[in-house]
């Protein structure tokens, strides 16, 4: 056990695989063991490097692991992927963990504490209302449309009509269709009342984290974004640059680059999607009042839109502001209009 330098663990709901290696790569550790026995497992190891996949439960066995003296380090599984030698199994992944997490290219997920990921639970519940909210109002309209009524397009101009459709009685839908179409408009009112009541919890814990306050700030960037930026990317320490944060949220054109013919694409589309879609309805909103503003940024808009159209102005405007976030996260400073 004490010549064990590297430790990789394939992660899993009952049983994990651990795979263990000395300075020179040799194995010296490789097991099978239940979920009851893995902290005691670790707890027999001299501090080492240990690697783990970003999978449930891998934050929280990262911190256990830390208090015990240890490294961890938590990483995407496609980083993982090209070390697997051989068939995949639970055995061979804990291998190719302990190899990836050795290698001085791989990119590592920053470890959470408790009360980022309390910040992320709200996030996610929110999320999920937001989609129950959109399923349930497509499935009125779509319940509605095989009786020949059409709902409106639009999240608010279809609620503003679904109780007048409701309570006309001259527009032939039957009782027994009424009855459950006027449960379903109920449940959409109670999911309304639950997704503001996350809305005010986020918009007071803007107020609490410092680093969220500074977010705000910027122009396009609002309580949801900031709280999420905050409790996902722990002070944005992992990323060396602006640009390499925007990268992560995937807000940078995918490249193409051969014989030196360089080809730009779409944006990626790689990170935290709930960021990245948050960065760029904000960007919207801030284009949508840019037009009678002469400051740089605006001005900066306006002729990117006349130049490159709406929609390549919102991903440019985002893409910008997600360096803008790294810049303040790592000076501390409030956003400057116009700053030099």
């Known amino acids: 056990m004490s010549l064990i330098k590297v430790v990789g663990i394939d992660l899993a709901k009952y049983v994990f695989s651990i795979h263990g290696v000395d300075e020179h790569g040799k194995c010296k550790l490789r097991k099978t063991i239940k979920r009851n026995n893995l902290l005691a497992e670790i707890t027999k190891l001299p501090p080492c490097l240990i690697g783990m996949e970003a999978c449930s439960s891998a934050h929280y066995r990262a911190r256990a692991f830390t208090k015990l003296g240890h490294t961890v380090r938590i990483m995407a599984s496609k980083f993982v992927i090209p070390y697997r030698q051989k068939e995949k199994n639970d055995a061979n992944d804990a ?70 459709i409701l309570e006309d009685a001259e527009n032939g839908l039957p009782l027994l269709a009424r009855e459950l179409l006027t449960d379903v408009w109920l449940s959409i009112q109670g999911l309304n009342q639950e997704i503001l009541k996350y809305d005010r919890q986020l918009y007071a814990l803007s107020k609490q984290m410092p680093a969220a306050r500074l977010l705000v700030s910027i122009p396009g960037i609002g309580e949801v974004t900031a709280t999420a930026v905050v409790a996902t990317v722990n ?57 009678t503003k002469t400051d740089k940024t605006s001005l900066w808009v306006q002729g990117l839109i006349e130049r ?33």
């Open 95 to 164: 291998e190719a963990i302990c190899e990836a997490v050795a290698r001085p290219k791989t990119r590592f997920v920053s470890i959470k504490s408790e009360e980022q990921q309390a910040v992320l639970c709200l996030h996610r519940i929110r999320q999920g209302l937001i989609k129950d909210r959109t399923a349930s109002i497509n499935r009125l309209r779509g319940l509605l449309a095989e009786f020949g009524i059409v709902m409106p397009q639009g999240r608010y101009p279809a609620q503003n009509t679904i109780s007048s």
């Open 235 to 291: 002070g944005a320490k992992h990323f060396s640059s602006s640009r390499q944060f925007a990268a992560w949220v995937g807000l940078v054109p995918r490249q193409y680059t051969t014989g030196g013919n360089v080809h730009l694409g779409l944006i990626s589309k790689r990170g935290e999607k709930h960021i990245r879609t948050s960065l760029i309805h904000g960007a919207r909103a801030v284009i949508a009042n840019c037009k």
């Open 308 to 340: 490159r159209g709406f929609k390549r102005a919102v991903v440019a405007l985002a893409a910008k502001n997600a360096r803008l976030i790294w810049a303040l996260l790592q000076s501390g400073k409030e956003y400057q209009v116009d700053y030099v």
